[in-house]
């Protein structure tokens, strides 16, 4: 059992981007190791790498707070395979990665196999949705490196086929993305079948309070490392809104599509059957794509992710399963179909778009239920998100959010309770004129004015999302809104001044 380990309130904290080595070789690797960085095609280390390998070789605890996208798992398995033994035969492992979805585990082998055919070290990956004989057989041979999400290696350590007893290593990654899939009490008792011994290193979006609070027990010591700053979304991404109604945005989203064009496009929503129901919907309307949650098995999940980078399928429809870690090169644009409740949710997204220097864009479709998770996301970034501005032709509905033009990201936002009474009248509202429309109706005329699965003009074959316990949404008018200024609709906004138009860099030009 480990003993309880604690931070350190003078541990010291390296920011960024200040006088941190420019060169791998100024890193203090090995030759095998800059061998592995230059088969790998890198030529300079990432800040979080300048900043991380040389903590990591000194074999001290590191707390890092990393966007995806920054080089993170090079930062962490470079200099930790480095300087890691060799399990012997039925051995092992000696180190543990910590991950919390597949498509991570399987992102981290990949590097991890590109280092390990320079230092010649054995990796297993441990994760569900696979047989358990394959894993049970490598972890007996023995092995250096195990990469594993929570619940399968819990499942192989309780069936005694896993033993943490040498890990020598640990790496949390993307510790705050676990919390968040309340993978806290796995964590924990993963942490503590390793050594007290161990050097723990420990990577995270961001260092929250949260994630602070939760997790001091398990490094020593760390040096604090902090590249992202909360809220910062990757500079190369252009953002816009496009203000709607609930039941406009299933023909929006074609329509965007068609506009913008359907290749190499993410699409996230809110919920695993809402992904597959906007899949069959873009299908039926000729766009290729593929559904990627968490209902679907690890095939299906790994055949859709190569499947859309081979360019087979133009679009994915995702949950936030995929907002995180998932580096797919040359995403075009992201678009939102539903805005995050959480707005962290909301960097990470977008962030797949507009990786490593490349342009890229997003659009999020914002309804008035969603008016204050969009708020919260602006009050996070500390500016507001512009209006998208080629929606002309674009169906928007009825009752499409109205954005009141001089909101500004300080404005005091309702609390939780009058929120859910306003997102509550919001969406009363809208299903009173769903009704009020059904009601005028003859049963003969409804019947004829519906389309060719019976569903009623207005009314989205897509189900809308599930509301979240607590967080039930509903949409009002306009005039319910007592702010509401002078409306900044996209219909009415003209190109947003300094900005270039989506269409401009490469949208239109990549269908
Ligand atoms: P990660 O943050 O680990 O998901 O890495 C994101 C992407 O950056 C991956 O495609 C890596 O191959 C790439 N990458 C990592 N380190 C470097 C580097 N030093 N130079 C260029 N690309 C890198």
């Not at 498509?103 to 196999?113: G, H, R």
């Not at 329509?255 to 290749?263: K, P, S």
């Not at 004015?449 to 897509?462: V, Y």
């Amino acid at each position: 059992m480990a003993k309880r380990r604690s931070t350190n309130a003078s541990s010291p904290i390296i920011t960024a981007e200040k006088d941190l080595p420019t060169r791998f070789e100024d890193l203090g690797l090995s030759d095998r190791a800059l061998a592995a960085v230059s088969d790998m095609g890198y030529e300079a280390p990432t800040p979080v790498q300048a900043a991380s390998i040389p903590a990591v070789l000194a074999g001290t605890d590191v707390m890092a707070a990393a966007q995806t996208g920054t080089g993170k798992t090079a930062a962490f398995l470079l200099p930790t395979l480095d300087r890691l033994g060799h399990a012997r035969h039925g051995q092992g492992p000696l180190m543990l990665v910590v991950t919390p979805t597949r498509e991570l585990a399987a992102q981290i082998e990949e590097v991890a196999t590109a280092i390990c055919a320079r230092t010649g070290h054995t990796a297993t990956v441990l994760v569900g949705g696979v047989s358990y004989e394959p894993q049970r057989a490598a972890l007996h041979k023995g092995c250096d490196l195990v990469v594993a999400t929570p619940g399968r290696l819990i499942d192989l350590i309780n069936s005694g086929d896993c033993n943490l007893s040498q890990v020598e290593t640990l790496v949390l990654d993307e510790a705050d993305r676990m919390l968040d899939m309340g993978f806290l009490p796995d964590m924990r008792r993963i942490v503590s079948k390793t050594p007290a011994s161990r050097q723990t290193l420990l990577f995270s979006a961001t260092l929250s309070d949260d994630v602070l609070d939760n997790t001091k027990s398990l490094v020593n010591n760390p040096v604090r490392i902090e590249i992202a700053h909360k809220g910062t979304a990757a500079e190369t991404i252009e953002q816009f809104v496009l203000p709607i109604s609930h039941e406009a945005k299933n023909d929006a989203l074609i329509g965007i599509l068609h506009r913008e064009g359907a290749e190499r496009v993410i699409v996230f929503v809110r919920g695993k059957h809402r992904a597959d129901a906007v899949c069959r919907r873009l299908r039926k309307a000729g766009i290729e794509c593929a559904p990627i949650h968490g209902n679907r098995s690890q095939n299906q999940r790994a055949s859709a992710l190569r499947r859309f980078a081979d360019g087979e399928v133009g679009v994915l429809v995702a949950t936030d399963v995929l907002a995180r870690g998932i580096d797919i090169p040359n995403v075009a644009y992201v678009v939102n179909l539903d805005v995050p409740s959480d707005a962290e949710d909301y960097i990470h997204r977008i962030g797949r778009t507009g990786r490593a220097g490349e342009f890229g864009w997003a659009l999020t479709f914002a309804t008035p239920e969603e008016e204050f998770d969009l708020r919260d996301i602006e009050q996070l970034m500390g500016k507001n998100i512009p209006v998208y501005p080629r929606a002309q032709g674009i169906p928007l509905g009825e009752n499409p959010l109205v954005l009141d033009p001089n909101r500004t990201p300080a404005d005091r936002l309702p609390g939780k309770k009058e929120r859910k009474k306003l997102v509550d009248e919001r969406r009363e509202a809208r299903m009173a004129r769903t009704a009020e429309i059904v009601a005028s109706r003859s049963p003969r005329g409804a019947q004829a004015q519906r389309g060719p699965k019976g569903n009623r003009p207005g009314e989205s074959p897509i189900p809308p999302e599930k509301p979240k316990a607590g967080r039930r949404r509903g949409k009002a008018t306009t005039q319910q809104r007592p702010h509401a200024k002078k409306p900044e609709t996209a219909g009415r906004a003209g190109r947003p001044q300094g900005r270039r138009h989506p269409g401009d860099h490469g949208g239109m030009g990549r269908r």
